[in-house]
């Protein structure tokens, strides 16, 4: 089993920076991959970015792109999301999702943690 810990959500004005962790525990994750959903109201939940545990490989979504930076520090077993220039529809529950897919981008994951809010004012 895998356990998945979010935090840094918050407040932010638009424009603002927050880096966003992912504590990972429970297995050995030299194999997993780790990603970044995120929900927002009336919405489905989207895929942000995606990394393998080597940190060698890397996706992130269209509408993100040039602004959020997927990292991991393997010492520590945590992800972290580095979210910069926020918008308001930024605005969601962001998700830490992994598994030991070897794929790195958008589809189904096995293990989710419970979520953290950003929400993003104008």
């Known amino acids: 089993q895998v356990q998945l810990v979010e935090s840094g959500g918050g407040l932010v004005q638009a424009g603002g920076s927050l880096r966003l962790s992912c504590a990972a525990s429970?297995?050995?994750?030299?194999?997993?991959?780790m990603a970044w959903f995120r929900q927002a109201p009336g919405k489905e939940r989207e895929f942000v970015a995606a990394?393998?545990?080597?940190?060698?490989?890397?996706a992130v979504a269209q509408s993100v792109k040039g602004r959020f930076t997927i990292s991991i520090d393997n010492a520590k077993n945590t992800v972290y999301l580095e979210m910069n220039s926020l918008k308001p529809e930024d605005t969601a529950v962001y998700y830490c999702?992994?598994?030991?897919?070897?794929?790195?981008?958008?589809?189904?994951?096995?293990?989710w943690g419970q979520g953290t809010q950003v929400t993003v004012s104008s």
């Open positions: 999702a992994s598994d030991r897919t070897a794929a790195v981008g958008p589809r189904k994951y096995d293990y």
């Open positions: 429970g297995r050995t994750f030299s194999t997993y991959t």
């Open positions: 990394i393998n545990w080597s940190g060698g490989v890397t």
